[in-house]
């Protein structure tokens, strides 16, 4: 039983519709895909119905954008109720603070003398509600102005380099409680992966689940070497996590993150699938 619990689609920025992701996870031989788009649900109940034809059963599941001390963490939830009015209300804001950046990144880009329009990156945002860097890294390549999505980021666009501009994002913790309180199980993507063990280290990870209930974090993903996961795993099962393994896909927007490259063990699924049939504690 392959089962991959964290891809993006179309609706947030990878490049496949949620129900072309669907069916190349069928064809990939997964059993199970959960799409986690970045904060939003709205591909979803394409997924769904697509999982239903091609016999792949699609979780639920949402990226949210969280922060500790002000830098980013990337939050999975499963099963939140889409309809939870504090989580939307939260979602709805981080969005907001997506679509507000867009602007001061494109003058920062502007004066790093590789402008871009902002027609430009909307080509590339579509439909999407969730306007991210992957988008406006997509229309510095289109320009000219870089390789791939690789380059845009090293050079401009990762947190910290020069056309690094802050967001909005929700506090870990309330993230947490927000995901609970919406029905849903709370799963902190690549806890260790492109320099985030410096905002979560050990003793922060065994708080937010000691303290805040986080019920998991994943292990097996690509930003993770082969000694930070079995690290990741050795504390994982002192403190008696879940611990997933997801591939993070987003189609032709991310190489090396293919479907099932990472899978999460059959087990693990099962209770928090468990988890997910029992109501909210208080
Ligand atoms: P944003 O959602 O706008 O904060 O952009 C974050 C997204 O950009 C992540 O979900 C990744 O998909 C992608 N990303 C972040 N860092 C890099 C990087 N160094 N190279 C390529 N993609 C990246
Ligand atoms: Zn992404
Ligand atoms: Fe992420
Ligand atoms: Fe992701």
Redesign the pocket.
Known sequence: MLIDLHT?SVVS?GTDAPAQLVGKAAQAGLDVVALTD?DTFDGLTEAVAAGERVGVQVVRGIEL?CSRSGN?V?LLAYGADPSNAALATEMTRVRSG?TGRLLPVLEKLEELGVGVSEAQVMAFVGDSPSV???HIADALVAAGHVRD??EA??RFL?DGGPAHVHRYAIDVARGIELVHGAGGIAVIAHPWG?GRRRVLPPEVLEELITVDRLDGFEVDHQDHDDATRAELRQLGNSLGVLMTGSSDY?GT??TNHELGCNTTDPAVFAELERRLGQPPSP
Do not use: N
């Open positions: 993006h920025d970045h954008s980013s990337h997506r991210g860097r992957p999505r690789t980021f090293d990762a492109r987003h927007g991310k």
